[in-house]
Structure formats: C-alpha cells, structure tokens
C-alpha cells in the first residue's frame, strides 16, 4: 500500500483506542489510514520522530476569535501547540454568529467550532449585563440551524444579581439537546454553590475551574462538599485558565484531593498568551507538574473534549478517521512555569509542539523534519 505521509519511530499516546505503545503512523489524502509497528508500503514523505510522542491532534475547549477578547488568529495560536481544533466559547450570540461564521470561521485552517453566547449580541462589552438579551429561544434556534459549527451554549461575564444568564444557557442547551458552559462571575445574590448544586445539568461544564475568585476551596484550602456533591450528580469542571482563572494555589491542593478537570482548555485570549502562556501544551505541562500523567493529559485534551461537543470522530487516530495529529516532545530538566497571577511554579517536565497535521497537511514544523535538506533540492524557489 502506498501512502502520502507515514510518521515513523515514535510513541503513540491515544487515549480514545486505548494506545499507549510505540507504533508508525500512515496518512493518505486526510485520513489514516494505518497504525502500529509493522506497516508495509511505501510513502512519499518519510518523518522519522523518533524519541517524540504522536498524539490526535489536540481539542481546545474554550478559546476566543471573534469578540472583544478575540485573542491572535485563529490558525496562528492553534498549529504552533499542537492543536487542530477549537472551540470559540461565547464570542458571538444569535445576533451576529452568521458575521463570525463569514469573517472567521469560513476562513480559518484550523477546525473552529463554537459555543453560542446565550446574549444575542455575544461578547461586545456592556452587551453582556443586560438581560433582555438573553433569549434562550433565538439561541436555540440558532444552534440548530448550524449544528456543524455551533456545539454548545455559553453564559459568560454576567455581574447582576439574578440568574438569567445562567438559566438561560441551560434552557438554550436543552432547546438544541446540547450542554452549557458556565463562565461564573459570583454576586452576594447567588453563590458558586447554588450554581453547581442548583443551576447547573449533568453533562453541563464549569469552566476556570482552578479561579481563585470563586468558593471552591475553604481556608484551609479543602475542597467544599458541595463541589463533590456537584461532581457525583454530573457536572464536569473544566480549565479555561485565560489571564486571571488559573491559580496554582488553587489548582494544587484540589487536584492532591481529587478534583481534577474533566477537559482542559486555555481560554485563549488577548491577555493570555504570554506571561501565564496559556496554550495547550503548556497547560497540559502546568497540570502534569502538579501530578497529572502525560496519558491523562492527553486524554483530557483530545477524546474526553470530543466527547463533550459529540463529535467521536475527533480526538483519536483511529484508522479512516481525519489525521489530525500532534507530534510532541516531552522535555527533562529545570524549567519554570507562571499562573494567571504572575506566580511561579517550578517543575522538571515540559510538553513542547514539534510537528501539527491538519487533515493530512504538515501545518506546523519546528524543526522542518518533514522537509528535504536544500542542499539536495536543486534549484528551487518553493518546493511542494
């Protein structure tokens, strides 16, 4: 059998078909079409990733493109860490998603699905405090009318006294038999435990879970009751680190008692990217610090993501699946890591992006191993 791209000599981390090994990947056209030890065939181009890790390409749950907290270009945050899909969480409402969809989203490389915000007008400042624009009917509807795109609803920055926000994202998630996020700005007149314990589905995700502004750990830093209580009825925490929602004074002691993310994401945005690097390889590396295995790290970050936004196709390397696909390092040593409050954290591991396929496509290369050396090329100007 013949095969456009065949990855060669590295270690196969795939959550989602329980492999966990050294094995070879074959690519044709956008799909894989073989995986393990002994494939047979030729290929056109041979990439020897010996000493790396080949993972799905990875899933980042909540970022931001379209917006006042638009972060960089979709494609040029996404390739560099190793992440073939995102999710847009709440950027645009049902009022101007068809002008995200055109602008952005048609546009992107990267594989941008979204979240709609449950306020018509999305994230466009002040928009976000009134309540007459939280519709859950035209949301909904909205939702259904682009279910290749749109996965979910999201309530986000609302600062009023009453739940509208939230209840209305709950109630759009239920119209479209999809799941809310909850990005939770607390006020006296509701609490985070009537949020989680009350407000909030099974299946429906928190996300910041590790934000030190919510009542998640007491003051002598035990995860409260209500937030167990909240996980065996099926809330799912997720990362969403972002500028100012990932604490490692937070995140450390509840992840030593067990409350651990069910996804990680970045919430990718302007003030984000670099001090705290909220990227996906960095945030996977943060948790791994903190005791995380490499494997659930990876898992939290393609399948289990996947699996929330119903698309089993994505997050695995399951052969005639897409090849999207992450080629990872796993650095050894001293190095250094910031949380979304200018804090350090030392550790010895650090995951870093080498090479990103998105549909059978090299889209990002480090180090140009999937390249010809130019002193063989001949007389080129752009090689294919």
């Known amino acids: 059998m013949n095969f456009d791209l065949l990855l060669k000599g590295g270690y196969v981390i795939d959550p989602g078909n ?34 790396m890790y080949v993972t799905p390409g990875l899933i980042d749950l909540h970022t931001h ?28 409402g049902y009022k101007n998603f068809l002008d995200f969809k055109t602008s952005v989203i048609d546009r992107a490389r990267v594989r941008l699905l979204a979240l709609l915000n449950i306020v018509g007008g999305g994230m466009l400042g002040a928009v976000e405090q009134d309540v007459s624009e939280m519709q859950p009917e035209p949301c909904a509807e909205t939702v259904l009318a682009f279910p290749e795109t749109i996965v979910g ?19 759009a998630a239920e119209l479209s038999n999809t799941f809310a996020m909850i990005d939770y700005s607390e006020n006296p007149a509701r609490s985070y435990a009537e949020l989680i314990t009350d407000h909030m589905r099974p299946g429906d995700v928190h996300t910041h879970m ?79 610090n903190m005791g995380m295995s490499f494997p659930d ?39 250094g890591f910031v ?14 992006c080498h090479i990103t396929i998105r549909g059978g496509k090299v889209v990002w290369d480090m180090n140009g191993l999937s390249r010809p050396d130019w002193e063989t090329a001949g007389r080129y100007l752009k090689l294919d």
Do not use: C
């Not at 073989?34 to 030729?42: D, P, S, V």
């Not at 917006?67 to 645009?92: M, R, V």
């Not at 970045?266 to 705290?276: N, R």
């Not at 949380?339 to 870093?352: E, F, K």
């Open 18 to 51: 329980k492999i966990d090994g050294p094995a070879n990947l074959a690519i044709t056209g956008d799909r894989i079409k073989a995986i393990g030890q002994n494939i047979t065939g030729e290929a056109k181009t041979v990439i020897d990733v010996s000493g």
């Open 65 to 92: 493109s379209y917006g006042y907290f638009a972060s960089t270009l979709p494609d040029e945050y996404s390739f560099p860490n190793g992440t073939t899909t995102i999710i847009d969480a709440g950027g645009s």
């Open 153 to 171: 609803v999201k309530a986000a920055h609302h600062r009023g006294p009453g739940w509208q926000s939230v209840d209305g994202a709950v109630k």
């Open 210 to 288: 590790y934000n030190g502004k919510l009542a998640q750990i007491d003051e002598n830093s035990q995860v409260y009751e209500y937030v167990w209580k909240a996980r065996e009825r099926g809330v799912l925490f997720d990362v969403g680190h972002g500028g100012g929602s990932f604490l490692f004074r937070v995140a450390k002691p509840s992840m030593d008692q067990g409350h651990v993310p069910d996804t990680i994401s970045t919430d990718a945005h302007q003030g984000s990217l670099y001090m705290p690097r909220a990227t996906m390889p960095i945030t996977m590396s943060k948790l791994m």
């Open 297 to 335: 790290a990876v898992e939290k970050s393609t399948v289990a993501p996947a699996r929330k936004i119903s698309r089993p196709d994505l997050g695995t390397l399951s052969v005639e699946s897409v090849a999207d696909v992450a080629v990872l390092d796993l650095e050894k040593g001293d190095v």
């Open 339 to 352: 949380d979304s409050g200018l804090a350090r954290m030392r550790g010895n591991q650090r995951i870093t």
